[in-house]
């Protein structure tokens, strides 16, 4: 991993596949939105420490690998307005913290 992401990451319409890779807040903390945009997308956290969940928009699919940890300080809404649903992952080694003492491992 590496390299700081400044603005928004809009990948527009279409379907589409992101991964993303040993990234801390370091890197993501300027981010003003990761977008997957319209369409069918895909997003895999891989080993990634993320506040500030609410950037996250328009997936379908999430998936935390790899000693993910998501901070779920807002709300994260799954799909766009043309699928309205999608699927959270997280696998045994990630994490979700959340407000109000909740976690799931």
């Known amino acids: 991993g590496g390299g700081i992401i400044y603005g928004s990451v809009d990948l527009g319409a279409d379907n589409d596949t992101a991964k993303l890779s040993n990234l801390t807040n370091a890197n ?3 981010a003003d939105a990761l ?15 993320l506040e500030g969940i609410a950037r ?26 043309g699928t309205g649903t999608g699927r959270l992952s997280v696998d045994q080694a990630s994490t979700l913290y ?4 909740f976690n799931s491992s």
């Open 35 to 49: 977008n997957g945009g319209l369409g069918t997308d895909a997003l895999t956290f891989d080993n990634v420490k």
């Open 98 to 101: 959340g407000g109000g003492g």
């Open 56 to 81: 996250v928009q328009n997936w379908e699919t999430i998936d935390a690998t790899n000693d993910t940890q998501l901070i779920l300080d807002g709300n994260l809404v799954l799909g766009d307005s």
């Open 28 to 30: 993501l903390g300027g």
